[in-house]
């Protein structure tokens, strides 16, 4: 399938080592945020969300932190391995005339060295 | 399987042809997405439904049309493909608003 890794940041980590991966968004107003994972030739899928009313949430060897005052979002993968190499996508929601709208990151590429 | 499927995987067209892709999702939900996702731009909205008969534009409708006539289906229909339709589509679903998507693992779309 078509790569969708080209043109993107890229992150190179060492297998084992933390990796972090940001966003910045652009709606003040966004309430609900989103991390999706996309391997080559696959649809996007959930990683972890964060609400608007939390700066932290952990899942498992995942933590999304969320700053409000400068909109900034990032992912912290813990102890990467080789099957977290993917394409990583923010998103966020926000009420837009009555439709939530959900809108998304260009995207970073990690890359995991073994 | 329970999920969201999209047919068909890979589909090559000419230009000027009709083309309509196949959305099914079996958990209910309320909230059908169609996207498109190309090189440098990332994944962008192209139409949405809110429920069953309620359909809307997104950032890029141009010379696509939808419908969404029973929840669990949302054709997209490209009416006379063009050469900038080629892209990667994707659909997706949700139960709310302010809920996570789920995504179909797309359609890879050429138009020669």
């Known amino acids: 399938g078509e790569s969708v890794g080209l043109h993107l940041p890229t992150l190179s980590v060492q297998e084992g080592d933390n990796s972090i991966i940001n966003c910045a968004y652009s709606n003040s107003a966004s309430d609900y945020f989103i991390w999706y994972k996309q391997e080559s030739g696959k649809g996007p899928q959930f990683i972890i969300d964060?609400?608007?009313?939390?700066d932290k949430r952990q899942g498992q060897r995942v933590t999304v932190l969320l700053n409000k005052t400068v909109k900034h979002l990032s992912l912290q993968i813990a102890a990467t391995q080789p099957g977290d190499s993917a394409v990583y996508f923010c998103a966020e929601n926000s009420n837009s005339g009555g439709y939530q709208k959900v809108t998304f990151g260009t995207g970073t590429k990690l890359q995991v060295i073994p | 399987d329970a999920g969201i499927t999209q047919s068909p995987r890979y589909k090559i067209t000419e230009t000027g042809r009709q083309v309509t892709l196949m959305c099914h999702q079996t958990?209910?939900?309320?909230?059908m997405f169609w996207y498109r996702q190309d090189l440098g731009h990332g994944l962008r909205l192209i139409y949405y439904?809110?429920?069953?008969?309620?359909?809307d534009k997104g950032e890029v409708p141009d010379g696509y049309v939808v419908s969404r006539s029973k929840t669990e289906n949302f054709p997209l229909t490209l009416e006379s493909a063009t050469r900038s339709q080629t892209s990667v589509y994707f659909c997706?679903?949700?139960?709310?608003?302010?809920?996570?998507?789920?995504f179909g693992s797309g359609t890879q779309l050429s138009v020669l």
């Open positions: 958990w209910s939900h309320s909230y």
């Open positions: 964060i609400r608007s009313n939390m």
């Open positions: 997706a679903s949700r139960g709310g608003t302010a809920e996570k998507l789920f």
């Open positions: 439904s809110a429920a069953a008969d309620i359909t």
